[in-house]
C-alpha cells in the first residue's frame, strides 16, 4: 500500500515524459492522502475531426483519495478519501468503492518521481524511496472520480491502482510481516496511450509488476543518522 509519493517538480518533465502542458504551479513535492495532486486522462477528439484522429491528454487537478460520485455529503467524502489512496486491481473492478470508475473506463495516469514502502525486516519501519533507476518520472495507473456537491460544483478526485508483490523480487521487502506485499501499477512508456485507451474488458492486462531490476531502493537518512555516535 502506498500513501506516501513524490511529485514532479520540473514542469519540463510533463511535458518530456507525457506530452502534456505542465501546471501553472508545481504544487507540493510530498503527496500525502487528501493531498491536491495531478493525474492525466484522456480527452476525446473533437466530433468533426478526421476518423482515427487519436484522442489527446489533459493534466487535471484533483485530490489523491478517491471521492466516489455517490457519496451523499462532502464530510463523508472526507472521511472516505484517505482509505481510498489505492485501490487493489484483483479487486478494483467488482468493489464498491471503485467500480463505477473502472466500468466507466475512468482511467488515469498518476505522475510521480518516486513512492514510498516501509522496510520492516529489521524488526522497525524504516522509510525507503523507490524511483525508477534510470531517474526518469514513473506514470502510475489510476482512477478518477467526480463527486459534485450541493453547490453544482464537481470535486475530481484519483487514486492509485496497485498490483500483488507477494513474489516481487524487491517490494516483497516491504510492509509488515504477515502483510501481503502490494505495489504501484507503473506503466512502460508505450503502454500508456494503451492503458488510457484500452476497452474496459482490456483494462486488466495492464495490472503487472514493474520489474525488480529496473527500480532502486534508498532507506530515508533521518535526524538519528545524522548524529555523531560516541559524542554523548
Not at 63 to 85: C, E, F, I, N, T
Not at 101 to 128: E, H, Y
Request: hydrophobic share 40%; charged share 20%; proline share 9%.
Amino acid at each position: 500500500m502506498t500513501t506516501h509519493y513524490e511529485s514532479l517538480q520540473q514542469a519540463a518533465a510533463y511535458q518530456d515524459a507525457f506530452n502534456v502542458e505542465p501546471p501553472s504551479a508545481l504544487g507540493e513535492r510530498d503527496m500525502w492522502p487528501r493531498k491536491p495532486g495531478f493525474c492525466i486522462r484522456p480527452v476525446a477528439a473533437p466530433a468533426d475531426a478526421p476518423p482515427g484522429t487519436p484522442a489527446s491528454r489533459e493534466l487535471i487537478p484533483a485530490q489523491w483519495g478517491l471521492v466516489p460520485h455517490w457519496v451523499k455529503s462532502a464530510s463523508d467524502g472526507k472521511l472516505r478519501a484517505p482509505k481510498l489512496v489505492n485501490a487493489r486491481s484483483e479487486t478494483a473492478s467488482t468493489t464498491q468503492n471503485f467500480r463505477d470508475a473502472w466500468l466507466q473506463n475512468q482511467r488515469c495516469i498518476v505522475p510521480m518521481q518516486a513512492f514510498f514502502a516501509d522496510d520492516w525486516r529489521s524488526g522497525k519501519a524504516v522509510p525507503t524511496r523507490i524511483s525508477r533507476i534510470d531517474g526518469k518520472p514513473m506514470g502510475v495507473a489510476g482512477l478518477w472520480a467526480s463527486w459534485t456537491g450541493p453547490d453544482g460544483v464537481p470535486f475530481l478526485s484519483y487514486t492509485v491502482l496497485t498490483v500483488n508483490a507477494n513474489n516481487h523480487a524487491l517490494m516483497r521487502r516491504y510492509g509488515p510481516e504477515g502483510n501481503d506485499k502490494h505495489m504501484p501499477v507503473i506503466l512502460n512508456e508505450g503502454a500508456v496511450d494503451a492503458w488510457l485507451t484500452v476497452r474496459v474488458e482490456k483494462a486488466k492486462e495492464f495490472m503487472r509488476q514493474y520489474p525488480a531490476n529496473w527500480l532502486a531502493a534508498n532507506p530515508l537518512e533521518t535526524k538519528a543518522d545524522k548524529v555523531p555516535q560516541g559524542l554523548f
